[in-house]
């Protein structure tokens, strides 16, 4: 390196750029709403949400309207007391500027504006002001109605009073930068679900999301007085139920405690925690003191009454979470996040409020419903013995692997690679197209594992019985790293899972059961974005002239090209399935990774996948039909 270089690249006090103000959120707005993805474009409207919700914790607001509007904009509107518009005292403009331009500015550090919220870094309404092309505020405060508006988090009018009203409220509208955001296109579906919670975790307070982006506006509104009660409920909608009341306990002066579980006859756990209204994906203290008590109780009750005897192990925890749908909800006053995403709780004092509250009012529960009790009690003993079962199933599979020396299936094609990172496993329905991929694929990096016949409805299995499962047991064992509470991702022994199916009735029922397993016992492969959709071709348009085939991944798409080409002398062939197609069309449509189309599958896919699933293949009978008559009309590619 020369002198000059050396110079240029100097490191010295002129080196350290210090951004000021909001200019560090738009230079870095992943700190602050985690991602410029979709998720971070619903983290800005989740934000002005959760600060009116905070209203409605504080006993003020009870109705709260998002709009998403024509021009991509989003408006949040709420009847709580309004953002105080005096001058504040120490910055010397109006308080609801400080509010949105200010990091670190809100009411909720100890000023007495609020004793419980979601919002406690004070950077929510500043990050949503500093990330949108253009932001109005509106206050109503019962004698005025105050504006301003702001642009790319700069005020560029004052706090103009425009009109009088007696009514209450902030209306807050706001365009995200373009320039920051990957896509301003809102998913509905997913706002929803959000509102939706937030009323199931505010009993009596009213939301509704209008969606004037379309020809016919869509509104929908969501109003329960149940709270969590009927959070459990609308869960377990499509499921079996034990307890045909949820268990609801509520205390807890210092921290207030609400609890709801209910059972059914599935075989899977599903628990939803909350603090302050903000979903805690990766519990916390207030989950742990939940679930200890959890143990506690039933084994105290099982005892006591004898439904354990002397010789019995006392249950386990997991046991006892076996078919449980549970959602905790706790409001602190100072809670303490990792992060400003907070996905987990770390108040230490929490676990033990929350196992209080629970030791008190499960076992006052248990011995006032005894038949209830004995009924999950039941169920609890079963999962013990599965859970043993499981174990010695487990073990002599381990065994048997030892034994033959070889722990890989025998329909595994396996790649060369060692380095998981450039690995892929495609799993392909039926031997046919298993063997066109065999001998099609790249064999340095792609390992095939062909699937045949219909695979085991996991909804009505335990752990257990997958363990024996000529059709599951393969795709276990390729993948190579366990399944439910043993599956560690760190033993993968391929990056990419593929499931290769036909794009017909059979293909997408093979695609769900194979989601809803990844699902269920290895959800750290959705998580980690790990499981992918192959995308065949439906179509292959052959022309003289033409240098190579056409293929069509639809019918807009065969359209389009036969009316680029020509339909005259096009043979157009349609696939009806993978088995159709030679090595080396299967190559250049489906798994050449410079060619090919694969679809990520988001958990939120699985989890809609496992839904439908419950519906199609559960016990109950009544939405099944609702789900048939509602969708029959959807069908297509039906071979009849």
């Avoid at 709801?260 to 805690?280: P, R």
């Avoid at 809670?335 to 770390?346: A, N, S």
């Avoid at 219909?454 to 190579?480: C, F, H, Q, S, W």
């Amino acid at each position: 390196m020369s002198k000059d270089e050396k110079v240029t690249n100097a490191y010295n006090e002129d080196s350290i750029q210090v951004l000021e103000g909001l200019e560090a959120v738009r230079k870095r707005p992943g700190m602050y709403i985690g991602s410029v993805s979709i998720r971070g474009l619903h983290h800005l409207i989740y934000e002005i949400v959760d600060n009116s919700v905070d209203e409605a914790l504080a006993g003020y607001c009870t109705e709260i309207n998002v709009t998403l509007n024509k021009d991509n904009s989003v408006t949040v509107k709420d009847n709580g007391r309004g953002i105080p518009v005096g001058i504040h005292h120490k910055m010397g403009i109006p308080t609801v500027e400080v509010v949105f331009t200010i990091l670190h500015a809100g009411g909720k550090f100890g000023g007495g504006g609020y004793k419980m919220s979601g919002g406690l870094h004070g950077v929510g309404a500043s990050v949503v002001n500093a990330l949108s092309d253009w932001l109005v505020v509106e206050v109503r405060n019962g004698e005025g109605i105050y504006r301003q508006r702001y642009e790319r988090g700069k005020a560029v009018t004052k706090l103009e009073r425009v009109g009088d009203t007696k009514e209450k409220g902030t209306t807050v509208t706001f365009l995200p930068d373009a320039t920051i955001f990957e896509t301003l296109d809102y998913e509905l579906d997913t706002l929803a679900l959000r509102l939706r919670e937030m009323a199931f975790l505010n009993k009596g307070l009213k939301l509704t999301i209008e969606d004037l982006r379309v020809e016919e506006p869509i509104k929908q509104e969501f109003h329960y007085e149940g709270g969590l009660t009927s959070f459990v409920e609308y869960l377990n909608k499509n499921k079996e139920i034990i307890n045909q009341k949820p268990i609801y306990i509520e205390g807890g002066d210092e921290v207030p405690v609400e609890v709801a579980i209910q059972y059914t006859t599935a075989y899977t756990e599903n628990t939803y925690s909350f603090v302050n209204n903000i979903n805690t994906p990766e519990g916390g203290t207030h989950l742990e003191g939940f679930k200890r008590s959890l143990t506690k109780c039933f084994n105290d009750y099982a005892r006591k009454y004898n439904i354990l005897k002397d010789k019995d192990n006392n249950l386990q925890g997991e046991d006892i979470r076996e078919g449980m749908t549970a959602v905790i909800s706790v409001k602190v006053a100072d809670p303490q996040f990792e992060g400003q995403t907070k996905t987990k709780l770390g108040n230490s004092n929490v676990a033990g409020i929350v196992s209080g509250v629970m030791n008190e009012k499960l076992a006052n529960y248990l011995e006032e419903n005894p038949s209830v009790a004995k009924a999950i009690l039941e169920k609890c003993i079963s999962a013990s013995r599965a859970r043993e079962a499981a174990r010695k199933a487990r073990d002599l599979a381990r065994r048997k692997t030892a034994l033959e020396g070889n722990s890989l299936p025998g329909k595994l094609a396996d790649c060369s690679e060692k380095d998981t990172e450039k690995t892929e496993l495609y799993l392909v329905e039926g031997d046919s197209a298993g063997g066109s991929a065999k001998q099609g694929r790249d064999r340095r990096f792609q390992a095939i594992l062909a699937m045949w016949g219909k695979m085991l409805n996991v909804e009505k299995t335990r752990i257990d019985k997958i363990y024996n499962n000529e059709k599951l047991l393969p795709v276990i064992t390729a993948i190579g790293a366990g399944i439910g509470s043993d599956f560690d991702i760190s033993k993968i022994r391929y990056g990419k899972i593929i499931m290769m199916a036909d794009a017909d009735v059979d293909g997408a029922h093979i695609r769900t059961l194979l989601l809803t397993f990844f699902f269920r016992y290895m959800r750290p492969l959705l998580e980690d974005g790990r499981v992918f959709a192959a995308q065949p071709p439906l179509y292959k348009i052959s022309k003289k002239g033409l240098k190579e085939d056409i293929y069509c991944y639809s019918d807009e798409e065969l359209a389009e090209q036969l009316q680029k080409v020509g339909k005259e002398n096009a043979a157009v062939q349609r696939y009806k399935g993978l088995g159709e197609m030679n090595p080396e069309q299967l190559w250049e449509t489906t798994m050449d990774p410079a060619r090919r189309t694969l679809v990520k599958i988001e958990l939120e896919d699985a989890a809609r996948a496992d839904e439908i699933f419950t519906i199609l293949m559960g016990d109950e009978v009544g939405p099944r039909r609702e789900f048939i008559e509602q969708n029959a009309h959807l069908v297509q590619n039906l071979d009849i």
